[in-house]
C-alpha cells in the first residue's frame, strides 16, 4: 500500500483479478453507460419512427412537390413521368428564351399524354398554386390537344391566349423540376416575376406575413396576460401555509386536467352575443339590449379564452420559483428602512426573473402554434398561423404550402425551445 | 400571510384589495368550467340561464340533454326502455361508440407510452446517461411542436405508409396518441426518480437482493406513485386529443373530442354542456386521484408537507 502511493505510476493499482484499476473502472463505466442507454434506446426509436421522421417527410414536402412530372396512380400505386417533352426543352434553353414553335411542339406532345394519363388537372393544379386560374387552362388543353393542327404556337394561344403569357412558362419551367423553393418564396409572400427575380407580392395579397406578426402580436399579449394574472396568484400560494396552498391549488390544476374543448366550450357559451356574460351585462343595465358585445370570432374571444387556457402554465413555473423564496429577505429590508414597495421591487421580484422568463417562454411556444381555441372561436380576425396550416391542407389541399407554413413555424419554435433548454432547462418543467 | 402587526394603514388597504385581486383570478380560473354544469340542466335549448334557472323553478331544469346524449344516433330512440333499447344504445348510440373508442384508443396508447416512458426515465436519470440533454429534448419535444405540424406530418407518413391497409383498427391513433402522451411520462417519472434514495438500491444489494429483485421489490413500489400519474397524464392527453384524430382518423373512427368538434362546430346544442359536465366530473376524479397519490409518494419517499 505504501509503495502504491509513493510510486503509482510504476506497479498501478490493480483490482483482485490482476486488471489495473483504471481500466477496470473505464470498462465498468462504460458498461454502466451503454445500459442506461439501452433503456431509453427503444423510447428514442419509436419517437424517431412515430414523429421526427414523420416531420422531416412533411419537411421535405414543402420544397418538393412533383404534381407537375409525375402522375400517381391511386389505386395501383404506379408512376408514370409526365410533361417530358416540356421538361426537355426546358434544359436544352435556359431561363428567359422566348417560347418558340418547337416548345409548342412539346407542349402539345405532353398535353395529349396528360389526357391519356388523365393527369390534367394534377398538372393544373401544379400550376394553379402559383398562378391561379391555371387549373382549367390545363384541362381545357389537354381535351383539345388532339384536334390541334400546326403551326402549334398559334394554335394554342387562339384556343386560350393565356398560353402565351410569359409568367406561365417562367412557372412551367420551375414546376417541371422537383425541387422549388416557390412555396416557401409564397409563405413569405414573395414570388418570381417572369424573369424570375424574387419580389414581394402586391399589397393587398400580402396574406401570410400578416398572419405571422398577428400570431407574435397575440402570443406577446397572451403571455403578458397570463403573467399578469398568474403572478399575484402565484405569490399567495407560496406564501400561504402548505395546507392551505395544496388545496387553493386545485383552482390551478383543475382547469389543467379539464378537457381543452370543454373549457373553450365554456367560453364560447360565456362570450355568445346571447351567452351568460352579455345577459348579465344587459340584465345590470351595463349595455342595452340592442348592441350586446360582440366577444366571439375575433381577437377578443381568442385572447381571453387562450389566457385562461394557458394561465396554469404561467403559475406552476412562478410558483416552484417563489416557494423556495425565503420570507426574511423582504423582512430584512422593511427593517434596514425600506417600504414595502421597494422591499418588493428590489428584493422580492429579482428572485422571481428565472420564474418568469420559465413561465413566458413555455407559453409563448405553446400560444404560437395553437390551433384548437382559435379555429372555434377566433372567426376570421382572430385564427392564428396554425388555422392557415389547417386550411391549406383540408380546404385548399395545397399541401406543399402548408408544409412550407408548417416548416416556418416549427423554424421559430425549435429556436424557442432551444432557448427554453438553454435558461430554464427541460429537466425543470414541472407539471403540477 | 398573516399581516404584519406594523403594517400601515396603506398597507392594510392594500393587502385587502390584494386578496380581492385573486380572488376574481380564481373566479377566472374555475368559473368557466363550473357554469357549464348548471346550464347543462336548462330544459330550454339556450346557453344562458333562463329566469326559471335562476329562481330555481324545478321545472326550468331537466335531463333532457343527457337523454339526448343517450339517444342520439339510435335506431328507434323513441322505443319503450326494455333490455332491446338498451342493447341499441349500446350498439348504435353515436356518444357510447365514440366513448367506446376513445377508451381503447387510451388504453392501449397509454400502456405504449407508460412503457417505453417508464423504462426511458430510469435510463435517463442514471448518473452516467450519455449525450441525456440532447435525448431528453428530443423525448420531450411532441409536447412542444404545435399539434397541428404533429398531425400534417402524420397525415403524410401514414399515407405514405398505408397504415390503413395494415388491417390494425386505431393503429395510426394510438401509436400519434402514444407519442404525444410520453413527454408527461417522462416528466412525471424522472421527477419522482430525482428524489429516490440510491442508498435504498444498495442496501438491498448489500443485503442479497439481485438487480432484478432489488427493481421490483424496491424501486417499483416506491416510484409506482409517479408512474401511475405519468399513465394518467398519457391517458388524458390521449383522451382529449382532436387534432390529430381529425387528420389521420378513418371515418368510423370517432372519438368523444371528435364528436364535441363537430358538434361545436356545425351546430352547437346544449347536448354539448352535458358531455362537457360528465367530462368535467371525470377530471375532477383525475385531479384527485393525482393528488392523493402524490402525497402518498410522498409519504414513502419520507417528504412530508410541514
Known sequence: ?432 | MALPSYASRAERIWHYTYLVICVLIFLFLIAPILIVIPLSFNAEPYFTFTEKMLSLDPTGYSTRWYDLLLTFGMNAPDATRDSSWWADAWENAAWIRATKNSLIIGFFATVLATGLGTLAALGLSKPDMPWRRPIMAILISPMIVPIIITATGLFFFYSYIRIGSWGIPYLGIILAHATLGIPFVIITVTATLSGFDHSLTRAAANLGANPRTTFFRVIMPLILPGVISGALFAFVTSFDEVVVVLFVGALDEQTIPRQMWNGIREQISPAILSVATILVIISILLLATVELLRRRGEKLRGISPQ
Do not use: C
Open chain 1, 1 to 432: 500500500m505504501a509503495d502504491a502511493t509513493t510510486n503509482p505510476t510504476n506497479t498501478g493499482l490493480t483490482t483482485a483479478d490482476g486488471k489495473p484499476l483504471k481500466a477496470a473502472l473505464a470498462h465498468a463505466q462504460a458498461r454502466s453507460r451503454r445500459r442506461a442507454f439501452l433503456l431509453v434506446l427503444p423510447l428514442l426509436l419509436f419517437i424517431v419512427i412515430t414523429f421526427i421522421v414523420p416531420i422531416g417527410q412533411m419537411l421535405k414536402r414543402s420544397v418538393y412537390n412533383d404534381g407537375f412530372t409525375v402522375q400517381k396512380n391511386l389505386t395501383t400505386g404506379e408512376k408514370t413521368p409526365i410533361m417530358v417533352n416540356l421538361a426537355n426543352w426546358f434544359d436544352e434553353n435556359p431561363a428567359g428564351t422566348e417560347p418558340d414553335e418547337t416548345a409548342f411542339v412539346a407542349l402539345v406532345e405532353d398535353l395529349k399524354t396528360l389526357k391519356e394519363t388523365r393527369a390534367a388537372g394534377q398538372a393544373g393544379t401544379r400550376i394553379n398554386y402559383e398562378l391561379p386560374g391555371s387549373r382549367s387552362l390545363f384541362t381545357q388543353g389537354a381535351r383539345k390537344a388532339k384536334k390541334l393542327q400546326p403551326p402549334f404556337k398559334e394554335a394554342l394561344i387562339e384556343l386560350n391566349p393565356k398560353w402565351g403569357d410569359p409568367k406561365l412558362w417562367q412557372v412551367m419551367r420551375s414546376a417541371s423540376s422537383n425541387l422549388t423553393g416557390t412555396f416557401f418564396l409564397a409563405a413569405m409572400d414573395r414570388t418570381r416575376n417572369a424573369d424570375g427575380d424574387i419580389m414581394s407580392v402586391d399589397e393587398d395579397h400580402q396574406i401570410y406575413l400578416k398572419l405571422f406578426g398577428r400570431t407574435f402580436m397575440l402570443s406577446v399579449l397572451i403571455t403578458v396576460l397570463t403573467l399578469i394574472l398568474a403572478y399575484p396568484i402565484a405569490h399567495l400560494l407560496a406564501t400561504l401555509p402548505l395546507r392551505y396552498s395544496n388545496l387553493l391549488m386545485i383552482f390551478v390544476l383543475l382547469p389543467f386536467w379539464t378537457s381543452l374543448l370543454v373549457r373553450t366550450t365554456s367560453w364560447m357559451i360565456l362570450l355568445q352575443s346571447q351567452g351568460v356574460l352579455n345577459d348579465a351585462m344587459v340584465a345590470m343595465g351595463l349595455i342595452g339590449n340592442d348592441n350586446r358585445i360582440q366577444m366571439m370570432y375575433n381577437k377578443i374571444g381568442t385572447v381571453v379564452a387562450m389566457t385562461h387556457i394557458l394561465l396554469p402554465f404561467m403559475v406552476l413555473p412562478l410558483y416552484s420559483v417563489m416557494r423556495p423564496i425565503n420570507p426574511s429577505y423582504v423582512r430584512a429590508a422593511r427593517s434596514l428602512g425600506a417600504t414595502s414597495w421597494t422591499a418588493f421591487r428590489r428584493i422580492y421580484f429579482p428572485q422571481t426573473v428565472p420564474g418568469i422568463a420559465a413561465g413566458a417562454l413555455l407559453v409563448f411556444i405553446l400560444a404560437v402554434g395553437y390551433y384548437i381555441t382559435p379555429a372555434l372561436v377566433g372567426g376570421s380576425d382572430g385564427t392564428l398561423i396554425s388555422n392557415l396550416i389547417a386550411f391549406h391542407m383540408q380546404k385548399s389541399l395545397n399541401w406543399s404550402m402548408a408544409a412550407a407554413l408548417a416548416s416556418l413555424l416549427l423554424g421559430g419554435i425549435l429556436i424557442l425551445y432551444w432557448l427554453y433548454d438553454r435558461l430554464v432547462g427541460i429537466d425543470n418543467l414541472k407539471l403540477g
